[in-house]
């Protein structure tokens, strides 16, 4: 497990570059949150994190955010973000755990979403596959709004924003123009909150308007392996 010290330290790493790219895109570092991708980390690694002031964290897989959630119950203020797609038999876990979700690409999992939730009411993003990858999830650019007006009127739910994974690509400018587009989207829609950027490429997408940035491996390390079944 990651140390206090080691941990602390690449959070200010990660701090310096947020905020030398929001200092040359003329915005305020507030204006960006840092959602941190914790995702196969334990909870006590999340634990220091959180003593360090950090309170946003993102996490994929609904039945790990359900657990995280209970173990770091005492821990004020902490906000999770659910951001990897699931399963409808699983929106009850984001639904009753997460700040956030943002991977809303089908008008099912929002049913069900609308039907879990209770108090107040779940933020959610909307996922456009902006590269049209076979091998990702999200509605195409053009698809969006008619998702959009299916979700927004659900009890329950707020539809806030817009969030993408583009390709994974060797340098960062490369995903500049998916990150455009979808900022251009957000603006015809009225919608506020873009979450887009991760460890790579982070700082293009806050010199195109993100909110949200999603950033795992520069604060955690490595992700721990999978176990085998049964191990």
């Known amino acids: 497990m990651i140390s206090r ?3 602390a330290a690449n959070f200010a790493q990660v701090e310096a570059r947020l905020g030398d790219a929001c200092a040359r895109a003329g915005r305020a570092r507030s ?3 840092l959602v941190a991708v914790s995702k196969r980390h334990p909870p006590e690694v999340i634990r220091l994190a959180w003593e360090l002031g950090y309170r946003d964290f ?3 897989y609904a039945q790990e955010l359900r657990d995280k959630h209970a173990a770091l119950a005492d821990c004020e203020g902490l906000r999770w973000h659910a951001i990897g ?3 409808t038999k699983n929106a009850k876990y ?3 755990a997460a700040h956030a979700f943002h991977a809303v690409d089908r008008l099912e999992v929002a049913l069900e979403l609308s039907r879990r939730r209770k108090g107040t009411a779940l933020k959610c993003l909307l ?3 902006t590269a049209s990858e076979a091998s990702k999830a999200g509605v195409p650019l053009s698809a969006v709004p008619e998702l959009l007006a299916k979700v927004r009127p659900l009890e329950g739910l707020t539809v806030v924003g817009l969030t993408a994974m583009p390709p994974l690509v060797d340098e960062a400018e490369k995903n500049r123009p998916y990150f455009r587009a979808l900022r251009q989207l957000a603006l015809e829609l009225g919608l506020p909150e873009l979450s887009m950027g991760t460890t790579g ?3 293009v997408a806050v010199a195109e308007g993100a909110t949200l940035v999603r950033v795992g491996t520069a604060l955690f390390g490595d992700r721990p392996a999978l ?3 049964g191990a």
Request: charged share 25%.
């Open 5 to 7: 010290e080691a941990l």
């Open 31 to 33: 204006s960006v949150t």
């Open 58 to 60: 993102g996490e994929n």
């Open 85 to 87: 797609p699931v399963q």
């Open 94 to 96: 984001v639904a009753q």
């Open 127 to 129: 996922e456009v596959n």
């Open 201 to 203: 490429d982070f700082e």
């Open 227 to 229: 176990r085998a079944p």
